[in-house]
């Protein structure tokens, strides 16, 4: 039987070493795995590591320990006759690990038991006697503290110095006695360039250890002048603030006077005497005026980052008050027009959203009897109560991908296409986060029905849906952001009721462009599957895999959604993928959870590794820096398990709004009412609403083949109906979306329908005149 495999898992901070070893029990059970913690000197295991915090079945102390080596996987570690632990590694790569880091906390252990005596009057005499308070003495701690951690990392060095010299030795001792038996031909050689190799390699380590020394003599010269810096930039920032602080009160001064000013129609000679009783009043709760304005108009902060803001606040101080002087109305009036309508946006207060939605009414229903005649049907086809619904709709599911749109804000800014495409994937892995507890079913759109999502002036960015097509259902989305990016995507959605699972699998490509780089990136969604229908809790799985690619440079992030399974001991809902570029060279591996958060590390060095996948391939060994994360899924608002499970975005997306189209989401009628808790109402509208669509598409129809007949052919025909597929489709639907239109996409070859313009201008005019009647 075959041993299990007993990764360790290091961890330098804290001069620790964790892992599975095998130890000997006894002649009955024999090894048995257990879970050893090196720390401090101390080798210590248990039986579990849920034992760690309370139960340790044994500790030896390596300062007076020794440790020999069995075999290739064996060595024993012994403690005077005391303790010995017969322990047995998974192999011998693994028993070398453990040799290295036990030998390196026994020197350790060793020297610190023998300098135990004086550790404590050098820390006391090290650490410098500041009073709490003083900047300097601060900074003295914090380089005295690093300077001491530099020392003990080169001692660390050192010993490792030590422990090479050590064995070098022995090894080159072994290689003599090799090259003494006066071997011959090719054996010969290589002993030769074995020993060449062990005297440069101790020639490098003794360069490293003077390296660090160096290092640290020069950190000790320099602390000084470091701390004198340091103090430098600080008060130079404290001197920038007070600077803004006198700048801020300044304007504050100016915009007073000119509104009292402005009040004052005539100039008359006791005006001088105003105006400083004027003043004198407003000084008593000027500092409160201005931290007002800092907390309404966050726009103050960004004032230091523009370096001639000084200059210009000095020189044209004069010139403002004259513009702004009552003597000369003209010169009044259109100096605050202009900056009425400049900045009459960001004065306006942001639309304050909801953060509340009805609870969910508990409604008893039988879900069998509706379910057990729609086994192996396309559910977008069967009517079904908005008992089984959340109080959206498709499209406003489709405009929550942008929860996280700041993701794409940030790979705008990116100059690194590789980089850019860390964001991109991160984004693509974002919108599933919010499936996870979301089990009920949005509501199917309507033909010609929209939904505009306008979060312009508090994110930059506002979208656009609409669906196109009722059979099959799809949806157009085109979203654009005033920070240098544009989405868009056509979804046709696909499902399959299997009995104990649904089976939902998005169709369409996803494209995101930046306009600065000009880069165009494309990716499809992967299947999701809704366990438990008939018995059981519901919950949703993501699984299959997505190459976004880059089409204007040929790089590709693969990414792979893993299936939850009962027998995997991996972490669920996991997700892992590789930047490549058009090389297929690797740059960055993803991981994380499509859940919880994704991190990405670059990778320095791959290599083919020697354990064979599942199907006989060799896996591709990453060697990366360390791992910094790109994406966090948000926390859900206070009670949102009895809100749907809706995120703080989607607790909006149904917000009444003015000025909205008459074919809004928003205004869909039995939506409303569900939202409201009157499910029983709400599923009569839906019905109303189900046959005012039939009755609408069979007047199309008719309309269709009533011109069709005027213009076709008999040969066009047979006895199914026209002989053209590409013609049955459009009398199937005879149908044109009202603010996209339909073309063939140039990096897919697919027929989309891409966003055409003119919703927003119709918006600001008021004027929604060719819009259907389908409430």
Known sequence: MSEPKTPTTPTPPGDTYKGWVFKWTNYIKGYQRRWFVLSNGLLSYYRTQAEMGHTCRGTINLATATITVDDACNF?????????????????????????????????????????????????????SVAPGQPEGTQ???????LRTLGNKVEDLRTCNDLILKHGSALQRSLSELDNLRLTGEAGDKIRQVTERATLFRITSNAMINACRDFLSLAQAHSKRWQKALQAEREQRVRLEETLEQLAKQHNHLERAFRGAAQVNAVSDNKGAVVPGKGEASDEDDDNEFFDAMEEAPEFITVPADPQFHKRSSSNVSGFNSEMCPDDQSLNEEPLAMNQESSLQELLPLKKRRTRIPDKPNYSLNLWSIMKNCIGKELSKIPMPVNFNEPISMLQRLSEDLEYHELLDKAAKCHSSLEQMCYVAAFSVSSYSTTVHRTGKPFNPLLGETYELDR????????????????????AHHAISDRGWVLRQEITVASKFRGKYLSIMPLGTIHAIFEKSKNHYTWKKVTTTVHNIIVGKLWIDQSGEIDVVNQTTGDRCHLK??????????VARKVTGVVMDKGGKAH????????????????????????????????????????????????????????????????????????????????RPDQRLMEDGRWDEANTEKQRLEEKQRTARREREREFASHRSSSQSEEAINEEGLTDPALKCTAHDNYRALWFERCED??????????????WESKERCTWDGCPDIF
Request: aromatic share 10%; proline share 4%.
């Open 456 to 475: 312009r002036r508090e994110s930059g960015y506002r979208s656009l849906c609409e669906q196109v097509s009722h059979h099959p259902p799809a949806a």
């Open 76 to 128: 024993v570690i012994s403690n005077g006759g005391a303790q010995t632990y017969h322990l047995k590694a998974s192999c011998e790569v693994e028993r070398q690990r453990w040799i290295t880091a036990l030998e390196l906390a026994k020197a350790k252990a060793a020297r610190m038991q023998a300098e135990s005596d004086d550790s404590g009057d050098d820390f006391s005499t090290s650490s410098p």
């Open 746 to 759: 140039q990096n897919t070859g697919e027929q989309v329908h891409i966003y055409k313009g003119g919703y």
């Open 561 to 570: 959604f893993a299936p939850y399974s009962y027998f995997s001991r991996d």
């Open 588 to 667: 960055y591996v993803l991981s994380g959870t499509w859940d919880e958060k994704l991190e990405f590390s670059r990778v320095m060095q791959s290599s083919r590794g020697g354990e064979n996948g599942t199907e006989g391939k060799q896996k591709t060994v990453y060697q990366t820096l360390k791992a910094r994360e790109v994406w966090r899924k948000n926390p859900l608002p206070e009670g949102a398990e009895t809100m749907y499970y809706f995120t703080t975005l989607a607790l909006t997306l149904n917000e009444p709004e003015d000025a909205v189209a008459p074919t809004d989401s928003r205004r």
């Open 140 to 146: 003295n701690s914090e380089v005295q503290s690093a």
